[in-house]
């Protein structure tokens, strides 16, 4: 195992053991961090904890089956924790999610969790959101709208994931690459996102949504709060 894989197993592993306790419904995200949060709670289930979890995409439920970690509907259920990665995390707490393309499920799991937890590695905190883009989840119909939409109303240079065939999110939606730059106010700019027509979703995560970020240091697991120097 690399160390960097090394370190998402630390700090997927240690959300699961802090925040997970039997009898929980979980919310678990997707992607390379969050993938070791499955591991542990499909470890936790094979020891005997009673847990179910919400998944946040086809993949995620996938690992789910294979780990044999009971799954249940989303369908507006009270989740007890979300465990999700994040692609930045920036000094307010405010995310930029949705590299892996899951960004409307993950913030609707993170919307519905009583408590949201976000495990990352020391690169992904910054001062500001804006050096990785931003995703932006559209209908396919509207894509080309939408592109020119946001270049011209922000300056940005977007781009459509995916070759040929384009990529399309479990929804069966299309995604924009959006770059910014340093973004100030990240709810305010995906409220204007989202006043597009035709957008479904923004990887912008406001910061009232996190409770807990948790980071893989060498000498181990960090837990930030919001005091914590950053």
């Known amino acids: 195992m690399s160390a960097a894989d090394d370190s998402k197993r630390a700090v997927g592993f240690a959300a699961v053991d802090r925040y997970v306790r039997s009898g929980m419904c979980v919310g678990l995200g997707t992607g390379t961090t969050a993938h070791w949060a499955i591991e542990r709670a499909g470890e936790r289930v094979a020891a005997g904890d009673a847990l179910t979890a ?14 044999g970690i009971p799954l249940v509907p989303f369908a507006g259920r009270e989740i007890d924790v979300a465990i999700d990665g994040a692609d930045e995390v920036a000094g307010d707490w405010s995310l930029t999610k949705g590299g892996g393309g899951a960004l409307f499920r993950e913030k609707a799991v993170a919307l519905a969790a009583r408590t949201f937890v976000v495990i990352v590695t020391p690169e992904k905190l910054v001062k500001r959101l804006g050096a990785f883009r931003t995703p932006v989840e559209v209908v396919p119909f509207a894509v080309e709208y939408v592109e020119r939409a946001i270049a011209s109303a922000f300056g940005a240079q ?15 939606n299309a995604i924009l690459d959006c770059a910014f730059g340093a973004i100030g106010d990240p709810a305010a700019l995906d409220g204007e996102l989202r006043g597009i027509h035709g957008v479904v979703a923004t ?17 181990g697991v960090r837990e930030l709060t919001r005091r914590s120097p950053r």
């Open 158 to 172: 977007v781009v459509r994931r995916g070759g040929d065939p384009p990529f399309l999110t479990d929804n069966g």
């Open 203 to 219: 990887g912008l995560f406001s910061n009232d949504l996190t409770d807990a970020v948790l980071v893989a240091e060498p000498d």
């Open 54 to 67: 919400v998944a946040t995409s086809h993949a995620t439920e996938a690992l789910c089956r294979e780990r």
